[in-house]
């Protein structure tokens, strides 16, 4: 189970950073990442991180969100700065038993949790 937590309002220029806590059976998995989806528009990838640590990141957020993860507590985290009103959207948090440069790499999501910048 993938529950994310961390999600809020905040205004243009600020910051938010999500958690998604993994319970239950601890399955292996080679990729964990984030995903947002805004009212209207597609579902997109945003971060992923491999489990050798490797990360990629979306056009869009480069140099603004960083992926990390803390095995030992099975947490993922997506630290956002300098969020833009386009940032808005729900943000799932995916886990994957391939690689993260695999297509359709996830095989498990999270509910989800709201994240509204406003200018």
């Known amino acids: 189970q993938l529950v994310e937590s961390g999600g809020g309002s905040v205004q243009a220029g600020g910051s938010l950073r999500l958690s998604c806590a993994r319970s239950?059976?601890?399955?292996?998995?080679?990729?964990m990442g984030w995903f947002r989806q805004a009212p209207g528009k597609e579902r997109e990838g945003v971060a992923s991180i491999d489990s050798d640590g490797a990360t990629t990141y979306g056009d869009s957020v480069k140099g603004r969100f960083t992926v990390s993860k803390d095995n030992a507590k099975n947490t993922l985290y997506l630290q956002m700065d300098s969020l833009k009103p386009e940032d808005t959207g729900m943000y799932y948090c995916?886990?994957?038993?391939?690689?993260?440069?695999?297509?359709?790499?996830?095989?498990?999501w999270g509910q989800g949790t709201q994240v509204s910048v406003s200018s």
């Open positions: 995916a886990a994957g038993h391939k690689y993260c440069d695999t297509d359709n790499w996830p095989n498990y």
């Open positions: 239950g059976y601890t399955y292996s998995t080679h990729c």
